[in-house]
């Protein structure tokens, strides 16, 4: 299969230099062209997708070469493009850095080569000027096939913008532009990263206009036509026979809480599960009294759950709603955010304690700075309800608070390093534990708890028919 359409990646030189910013400020301005646009995300981040959705109101994607092989990557790029003109790239932490903080494995630079991106690097000049000069030269020199092919030049004056500008360009690349510092393009952060899109005050106006100011700082029209040369892409594999075993036909009604507590998601885990006949039903553990009525499976994503103690512990409704759904045995999983609501109890960064939904024994906890942080590959050390003894799957951790019950059925290795410990509980009708698990690196995990779905259904259909 060969497709392909118009592309670019936006990527710098480290975290914290406007790629959110600028990517979502691009999408705005092509949108207001009508554009029709795809984003995608490089690594395993949730919030900076959520930004993008904000702007094109459609799911984004995450790219990541930890998570799939190439071909897959590939794969994924092209199916989720076919209807759009372009697809932005966002990067992740600095261009080159990858797996360990040592090697360009699932790094920014990684994707570009997979994908065969035009990359535009975003220099963030506040607090410099000529010395942006050196640092373009070593990120160009680093890799021979870096594909940066330009700049933008991120908080710096119209003044500085114009004397730098010959500098850069000098080494054989495009400056397509620059914004200076102000107030449409100051989004704050916290913990995890930026704040939520729902916590921006007049998000949209926000974005409306800093793509207005884009429009007269950077050259729009400069990074289309850049777009345009990204090669036609193939790939070879076919997305695993596992995925494609169930009729789509078969759907199976699971609950999934969506809210402002939990709210981190891979996009390619929702749509895999859909693909394998899932009906994902949202509900709020914040709002909602009830669980969805006939669900027969349940799946408690990440968030901040800990900003949210006193309304999810004082929602008694939900919580007893989330018990008798262990009760019945309804299959369930929870990752990170989640796996903290269900524990016993919850404790604040303030050090309040807050009864949660008593499903796992024990209490999470604030453990006062960044617990665990990267990639993982965790595998079954015994039989699980949703996988096999050996059976890995890849994900990721990023947590700041720790549990009394982290769960032992599992052991998470960081790829390429002698670390290991051990992780997940998994009992029954439950698996629940700290790692956000990318479902398409081991189809097989969805699949059994969809199985475990299905065997609720029909347990249900036997009882409604009076069996």
């Known amino acids: ?26 999408l705005q301005a092509f949108l207001l062209r009508g554009i029709t646009c795809r984003s995608f995300k490089c690594g395993p981040d949730y919030i900076d997708p959520m930004f993008h959705k904000a702007v094109l109101g459609i799911d984004g994607g995450n790219l990541d070469t930890f998570f799939l092989d190439n071909d897959s990557v590939r794969e994924l790029l092209i199916r989720e493009s076919e209807e759009a003109e372009i697809s932005v790239i966002e990067g992740v932490m600095g261009y080159y850095d990858g797996m360990g903080g040592d090697s360009t494995w699932a790094s920014s630079y990684e994707v570009a080569c997979t994908v065969e991106a035009p990359v535009v690097l975003i220099l ?92 007269e700082t950077v050259d729009i029209d400069g990074l289309l036509k850049l777009s345009e040369t990204a090669p036609v892409l193939s790939f070879e594999s076919e997305r695993s026979r596992k995925e494609k075993s169930i009729p789509s036909s078969e759907k199976v009604p699971v609950g ?6 939990f709210c981190f998601y891979y996009q390619e885990n929702r749509k895999l599960l859909e693909e394998m006949g899932a009906e994902l039903i949202p509900f709020s553990p914040l709002r909602d009294s009830r669980l969805p009525a006939g669900i027969c499976g349940l799946i408690l994503g990440g968030g901040y759950p800990e900003l949210y103690l006193k309304q999810l512990s004082g929602n008694q409704d939900m919580l007893r709603e989330i018990r008798e759904a262990n009760r019945n045995k309804i299959p369930i999983l ?134």
């Not at 359409?5 to 959110?20: Q, V």
């Not at 500008?165 to 107030?183: D, K, S």
């Open 256 to 261: 999934i809480a969506v809210d402002e507590a």
């Open 1 to 26: 299969m060969n497709q392909g359409n118009k592309r670019i990646m936006l990527a710098a030189p480290k975290s914290g230099s406007g790629k959110t910013m600028i990517t979502c400020g691009l």
């Open 334 to 467: 929870a990752e990170c955010g989640g796996f903290l609501y269900l524990h016993e109890e919850l404790e604040s960064e303030e050090h309040e304690v807050c009864r949660m939904a008593g499903v796992i024994p024990g209490r999470a906890f604030p453990a006062g700075r960044l617990k665990r942080f990267g990639y993982i590959e965790a595998a079954a050390k015994d039989d699980m309800p949703f996988l096999k003894k050996g059976e890995s799957v890849r994900g990721h951790e990023f947590h700041y608070w720790d549990s009394t019950n982290n769960g032992t059925q599992m052991e998470a290795r960081k790829p390429g390093r002698n670390v290991k410990w051990d992780c997940v509980l998994a009992k029954d009708n439950v698996m629940a534990g700290f790692p956000h698990f990318y479902y398409p690196s081991n189809p097989g995990l969805p699949g059994r708890f969809l199985e475990a779905c299905r065997q609720v259904m029909k347990r249900k259909d036997k009882t409604h028919e009076g069996i």
């Open 124 to 215: 963030d000049c506040a607090g410099a000027s000529l010395s942006l000069a050196a640092v373009l030269k070593g990120f160009l020199e680093f890799r021979r096939d870096s594909h940066i092919k330009g700049v933008i030049l991120n908080r710096i004056s119209p003044a500085m913008a114009e004397r730098l500008t010959p500098q850069l360009e000098a080494m054989g690349i495009r400056v397509f532009g620059y914004l200076p510092q102000c107030a449409e393009a100051d989004f704050s952060s916290r913990h995890l990263g930026l704040v939520l899109p729902s916590e921006v005050e007049g998000l949209k106006d926000k974005l409306k206009k800093l793509a207005y100011k884009m429009e």
